[in-house]
């Protein structure tokens, strides 16, 4: 069956901390792994886009990691800041859908305090 | 602000009443897609329109469920007879759909359906 499993469900960290966000699938055949950030009562953001050769990919405090051979990706948060609250979402797409049908894990809600 | 715009935001219905969600996508984009995404959880497929053809529905997608998209631009998604459990926030997103990897979805900010 194919799915993502996202870890800790939520977590709560003090601003200027950093955390790492994990993400587990069995999802095949493989053909990338995106990261979405939500806030409450919006629609998600895209935040990085892997592909199977990709291990690793930054935009700003956000870097995403994937190890294809493992089906593991995480997802580090450095310096966050009180707008990082929010639930991030591990997606994953099959290959034989053409990246129109994917699949989402269930979020890990953040919470950044003061 | 992604460029997807869906209305209403919000709607409160009774049960067995009809809704109608409309969705905007991004102008140039050719793709469309539905979700339903309900609390606690991730975005889950509902259908497909590569322009107006509607090419793919999950079996989530009862027959009470209908989407259309006349002219390739914008889409309705139209509940009948609605239930407590479609109680959800339907979600909207587009991609061009471009030769390369990884078409990028673009979501829109949401309806939430409240049926009470």
């Known amino acids: 069956k194919n799915q993502v499993e996202q870890s800790p469900q939520s977590l709560i960290i003090l601003e200027g901390k950093n955390c790492t966000l994990q993400c587990n699938y069995t999802v095949s055949p493989f053909s990338n792994l995106r990261w979405y950030k939500q806030d409450t009562g919006r629609g998600p953001v895209s935040l990085t886009i892997?592909?199977?050769?990709?291990n690793t990919k930054s935009n700003g405090r956000y870097t995403a990691t994937l190890d294809a051979d493992t089906k593991q990706s995480s997802l580090h948060i450095t310096a966050s800041q009180l707008s990082d609250s929010a639930s991030y979402i591990c997606?994953?797409?099959?290959?034989?859908?053409?990246?129109?049908?994917?699949?989402f894990g269930s979020g890990t809600r953040l919470l950044v305090r003061p | 602000d992604t460029g997807v715009s869906q209305n209403p935001r919000h709607k409160i219905t009774k049960r067995g009443q009809n809704v109608t969600f409309r969705c905007d996508p991004i102008s140039e984009h050719n793709r469309l897609y539905w979700y339903r995404q309900t609390l606690g959880q991730g975005p889950e497929f509902l259908t497909y329109f590569q322009n107006e053809a509607q090419l793919e529905k999950s079996r989530l997608l009862s027959d009470r469920f209908s989407a259309e998209r006349p002219k390739g631009s914008f889409s309705t998604l139209e509940i009948q007879r609605t239930e407590q459990g479609d109680s959800a926030m339907y979600l909207c997103?587009?991609?061009?759909?471009?030769?390369?990897?990884?078409?990028?979805?673009?979501f829109g900010p949401g309806t939430r359906l409240t049926v009470t």
């Open positions: 997103a587009s991609s061009s759909g471009d030769a390369g990897h990884a078409y990028e979805q673009y």
């Open positions: 892997m592909t199977f050769s990709e």
């Open positions: 997606v994953v797409s099959r290959m034989m859908d053409s990246s129109y049908k994917l699949i």
